[in-house]
C-alpha cells in the first residue's frame, strides 16, 4: 500500500554558506509524494516526491527571488524538483539509506538519503502514520547551479554544499470498504 506524504507536518529543508561564514536556511512548502513501502525488510520499498520549485521560502523575498531566478533553480523554465529511489538498503530496525535520482533543472544525478524512522502510531482517523528524518548533502554546482561572486577576502558568496534535511510525516490511507 502506498503511503502519502502529509503536507501540514512535514519540512522540507535545505541550507547553505553565505560569504563563508554563516548558514542561510530555508525551504520548500509545496510538494507531494508516496510511499511504496515493503514492510518489514523495506528492500523493494519505493519512495517518488515532486516539489514545486517556486514554493521556496528562505524568509528574504529578494533572496527568494534570486533562488528563482535562472542564476539558480529558474523556476520558470524548470518548475519542479523529483525524486525517485532506485534501491533501499536497510541498516536496522530504524535506520536505511535510500538510493535515488534527484532531476534539478532537468539534470538527474544519483544521491543517497540517510533515514531515520522516528515511530508509529495511528491518526484521528485511524490510519497508520510514520514519523521519518532524512539528510543528505549535494554539491549544487553538479545540477548546474554555478552562480557565484568571490569575495575580496577570498572564499565564495554562496557555498557549494547544499545540506538538505526533511522530516517527514507519512500516513498509511485506510482502506475503503465499497457497497452495503
Same mark, same amino acid.
Given at each position: 500500500? #502506498?503511503?502519502?506524504? +502529509?503536507? #501540514?507536518?512535514?519540512?522540507?529543508?535545505?541550507?547553505?554558506?553565505?560569504?563563508?561564514?554563516?548558514?542561510?536556511?530555508?525551504?520548500?512548502?509545496?510538494?507531494?509524494?508516496?510511499? +511504496?513501502? %515493503?514492510?518489514?525488510?523495506?528492500?523493494?520499498?519505493?519512495?517518488?516526491?515532486?516539489? =514545486?520549485? +517556486?514554493?521556496?521560502?528562505?524568509? +528574504?523575498?529578494?533572496? %527568494?527571488?534570486?533562488?528563482?531566478?535562472?542564476?539558480?533553480?529558474?523556476? $520558470?523554465?524548470?518548475?519542479?524538483?523529483?525524486?525517485?529511489?532506485?534501491?533501499?538498503?536497510?541498516?536496522?530496525? @530504524?535506520?536505511?539509506?535510500?538510493?535515488?535520482?534527484? *532531476? !534539478?533543472? @532537468?539534470? *538527474?544525478?544519483?544521491? *543517497?538519503?540517510?533515514?531515520?524512522?522516528?515511530? =508509529?502510531?495511528?491518526?484521528?482517523?485511524?490510519?497508520?502514520? $510514520?514519523?521519518?528524518?532524512?539528510?543528505?548533502? !549535494?554539491?549544487?554546482?553538479?545540477?548546474?547551479?554555478?552562480?557565484? &561572486?568571490?569575495?575580496?577576502?577570498?572564499? &565564495?558568496?554562496?557555498? =557549494?554544499?547544499?545540506?538538505?534535511? !526533511?522530516?517527514?510525516?507519512?500516513?498509511?490511507? #485506510?482502506?475503503? *470498504?465499497?457497497?452495503?
Amino acid at each position: 500500500m #502506498a503511503w502519502e506524504f +502529509d503536507p #501540514a507536518h512535514t519540512v522540507i529543508e535545505f541550507s547553505a554558506k553565505h560569504m563563508m561564514v554563516t548558514t542561510v536556511k530555508g525551504r520548500f512548502t509545496k510538494f507531494s509524494g508516496k510511499i +511504496d513501502l %515493503d514492510e518489514p525488510e523495506h528492500t523493494a520499498s519505493q519512495v517518488e516526491f515532486t516539489i =514545486e520549485a +517556486d514554493s521556496l521560502s528562505t524568509g +528574504d523575498p529578494n533572496r %527568494d527571488n534570486h533562488l528563482r531566478s535562472p542564476d539558480f533553480l529558474d523556476v $520558470a523554465k524548470y518548475p519542479t524538483i523529483n525524486f525517485k529511489s532506485t534501491r533501499v538498503e536497510k541498516l536496522d530496525d @530504524d535506520h536505511a539509506r535510500v538510493y535515488g535520482d534527484l *532531476t !534539478i533543472r @532537468d539534470v *538527474t544525478k544519483p544521491v *543517497t538519503l540517510e533515514v531515520t524512522r522516528e515511530g =508509529e502510531t495511528k491518526n484521528m482517523k485511524g490510519e497508520r502514520l $510514520a514519523g521519518y528524518s532524512v539528510h543528505t548533502s !549535494i554539491n549544487r554546482k553538479d545540477w548546474g547551479l554555478v552562480w557565484n &561572486v568571490a569575495l575580496e577576502t577570498g572564499g &565564495v558568496l554562496v557555498g =557549494e554544499k547544499i545540506n538538505i534535511n !526533511i522530516d517527514a510525516e507519512v500516513f498509511e490511507p #485506510a482502506t475503503q *470498504t465499497v457497497g452495503a
